[in-house]
């Protein structure tokens, strides 16, 4: 997404030099979600021809050395040889309406695609640091292989200034430990994706089906290392029974526990049904009492 000639960017210039000091509170490690890297990538595919790289805004939450990406924006920007713009008004009104929908979450860096670093690249951590103020600011460098003989990547960084009186664009990325993470409802979606050939014919049965031949595979895995353990043949780990006797105890102990729970699960699926059918009948009624 170019920015236009009647933009009110704001153009960041190699010479300016920096109004605030260096952010003393630095991460030590950082985790992002699938969430933001999807937004990074939908925000590379609008791209137009003429733009290199994107880049755009990272929000999360972090503590004194953890900093977790949980979603993404994108930021107008445009780059040349002799300067690079980036639209702040328009990052100002987009944080604004994010956090209006998620309050907990703060600026925390910024991302950008490919895996060059360059003056520009210290300029724009040099504004996302005043942002993030007192603390670091991370960037995140996406590299989506599309490039020949890269390699498909996620890198963070974080700055570190260079000489007796550092300037904006002199400072060196140190990179830190980058580690996805998403929530157990997340899964089912990301082994879709990562299928060597995902269907788009897939039904919601065809995926239930996927999803319950996964689970009887866990447990057969499972069933295997307690037979091993009872013959002696592996020594068993306390930790891993008690968390069998945790997950597993509530349905073992009672004869039918596993059929009287799927009975229950069953049954509120049935009412829920009913209640939906029930309310579309309702309407459709009184759409034809009204006429």
């Known amino acids: 997404m170019p920015i236009r000639s009647s933009s009110s960017a704001a153009y960041i210039q190699s010479t300016s030099p920096s109004s605030n000091g260096v952010p003393s509170t630095r991460p030590t490690s950082l985790t992002i ?9 939908d925000h590379y595919l609008r791209r137009t021809d003429a733009q290199h790289r994107v880049i755009g805004t990272l929000l999360g939450t972090r503590t004194d050395s953890t900093v977790d990406i949980k979603s993404a924006f994108a930021v107008l920007h445009s780059e040349t040889d002799e300067q690079v713009a980036v639209d702040m008004d328009y990052h100002r009104a987009m944080y604004d309406l994010c956090t209006r929908v998620r309050p907990n979450e703060t600026i925390v860096g910024w991302y950008s ?4 670093l360059n003056t520009y690249s210290a ?13 670091q600011a991370v960037h995140v460098a996406l590299d989506t292989g599309t490039e020949e003989g890269k390699g498909a990547g996620v890198k963070a960084y974080v700055s570190s200034p260079v000489g007796i009186f550092p300037k904006p664009e002199n400072c060196v990325f140190v990179p830190i430990p980058c580690e996805l993470r998403f929530h157990e409802a997340e899964r089912s979606g990301l082994d879709l994706l990562l299928s060597p050939n995902p269907s788009s014919n897939q039904t919601d049965l065809d995926v239930l089906a996927s999803s319950l031949t996964d689970v009887q595979n866990m447990l057969n895995r499972v069933l295997a290392y307690v037979q091993s353990v009872l013959r002696g043949e592996v020594i068993g780990d306390k930790a891993v029974g008690r968390y069998l006797m945790d997950v597993l105890g509530t349905g073992v102990e009672e004869d039918g526990g596993w059929t009287a729970g799927l009975q229950d699960t069953l049954m509120v699926t049935y009412l829920a049904n009913l209640v939906r059918s029930q309310a579309e009948v309702s309407a459709r009624l009184a759409l034809t009492t009204a006429a």
């Open 113 to 116: 695609t490919g895996s060059d």
């Open 123 to 135: 300029l724009i951590q040099n504004f996302y640091s005043q942002e993030t103020a007192p603390n």
């Open 33 to 41: 979600h699938p969430s933001a890297l999807f937004s990074i990538l």
